[in-house]
């Protein structure tokens, strides 16, 4: 569409000044790393190993189930975007496909085990769910509190149960050791505890970074620091012979992943012109990370300021046109010279600098208030519905 766009619209920029939604891009990663996790679907006339066999037994009805806490939770949660996904696993080999699943196994055996505990505990009312309770009563660290539902189509969920489910493995585990229960056949062992831990701690980068940029204060320079500290923490995760191998591949795709939208990063300008304008980074940022000479340049190189060719003579007033580009590089250089600045207010900053700086500022407010992601704005359409009734929508 935007291509499309650059002939309809004169003055459209397209892609030089396409932005993405950062948690829309986290979303992403995280399904792509979580993906090969999933039960494989098991065909008619296909042979399976034992392993293969008892994965599939203990994960019976396991969608149907998933269905289930989806509905029960609508409302609660909203699914993850995943508009624009591309699927990792499916472009290796059918060979690389094979090592990945048995590689994956005993990942994709512990969240089965620990969303069926879950599930049945919630839905044996009169039974489990009285025990557990019993059961996290007894131990004074602990407060009355359920496991959360793990559900498919919401990458966080599953954090939140694994992240639960290893503070409160007392409990767990004293659920499955009794054979009153009929949960034996879920019973973690120490290594698929550790396995728990593990995934755990990878989802907890999207778990933080999530926060992070559901915040109304991020901004579009804040994207390209985050997308290199993600990389940097899958990168030493992926080489830390301390994980298990399902952990450090599955890394490594959703390594794939995240790169295939940092290049994207390369197609606009509008985010390394937000960097540059920022007084805590400049150019300093892509000197200490390494950035070639000629990139560094380019970050350097801003657009030209677009001519309005409308005809309206109201549009060519002085206060309204965009500032001369020679003008614009001498205040650039000018802040360029100068040191970086910490700064916890970037606006105000410049704000404050008006006078130093007259048209460098006002484009540095222009691309300074680029949020970093649309979830404020999808929230306030989510929220329109509670002021103004579908009866005036229609």
């Not at 994207?223 to 923490?233: E, G, H, N, R, S």
């Amino acid at each position: 569409m935007i291509d499309e766009l650059v002939h309809l619209l004169t003055n459209f920029p397209g892609a030089a000044n396409r932005t993405r939604c950062f948690a829309h891009i986290i979303n992403l990663v995280a399904k792509s790393l979580l993906r090969q996790f999933d039960v494989p679907k098991k065909k008619a006339d296909e042979a399976l190993e034992q392993a293969e066999k008892d994965l599939l037994r203990l994960a019976k009805d396991i969608e149907l189930e998933d269905a289930e806490t989806r509905a029960t939770a609508e409302g609660d949660l909203e699914d993850d975007d995943i508009d624009g996904w591309v699927d990792e696993v499916a472009l290796l080999t059918k060979e690389e496909a094979e090592k990945l699943s048995e590689s994956v196994r005993p990942v994709r055996l512990v969240l089965v085990k620990i969303r069926k505990i879950a599930f049945k505990i919630v839905h044996s009312t009169t039974i489990l769910l009285p025990k557990w309770r019993r059961v996290v009563a007894a131990d004074p660290e602990l407060t009355d509190r359920l496991i959360p539902r793990d559900v498919s189509t919401r990458w966080n969920s599953t954090f939140d149960m694994l992240n639960t489910a290893l503070e409160y493995r007392k409990a767990v585990d004293a659920m499955t050791n009794d054979r009153a229960n009929g949960l034996r056949d879920y019973e973690l062992s120490r290594q698929e505890w550790k396995i728990a831990a593990q995934l755990r701690d990878v989802l907890e980068i999207f778990k933080h970074a999530t926060t992070f940029f559901s915040r109304s204060v991020p901004n579009l320079a804040t994207v390209i620091p985050a997308m290199d500290l993600i990389d940097q923490k899958f990168t030493t995760g992926s080489l830390d012979k301390n994980y298990e191998p399902a952990i450090r591949v599955s890394l490594d795709i959703a390594k794939k992943t995240l790169n295939h939208y940092y290049t994207k990063t390369d197609e606009s300008a509008v985010y390394r012109i937000a960097m540059v304008l920022h007084p805590r980074h400049k150019l300093v940022y892509f000197k200490n990370n390494g950035w070639e000479p000629e990139w560094i340049e380019t970050a350097k190189r801003f657009p030209q300021p677009s001519q309005n060719l409308s005809g309206n003579i109201f549009d060519n007033l002085d206060a309204l046109a965009p500032p001369a580009q020679a003008d614009l590089r001498d205040e650039l250089d000018r802040y360029l010279s100068t040191d970086v600045e910490k700064t916890d207010d970037v606006i105000l900053w410049w704000v404050e600098r008006r006078a130093m700086y007259p048209r460098l500022s006002r484009m540095a407010l222009d691309y300074l208030t680029i949020p970093a992601t649309s979830v404020e704005v999808e929230r306030v359409f989510s929220r329109g519905r509670l002021l103004l009734s579908h009866y005036y929508c229609h």
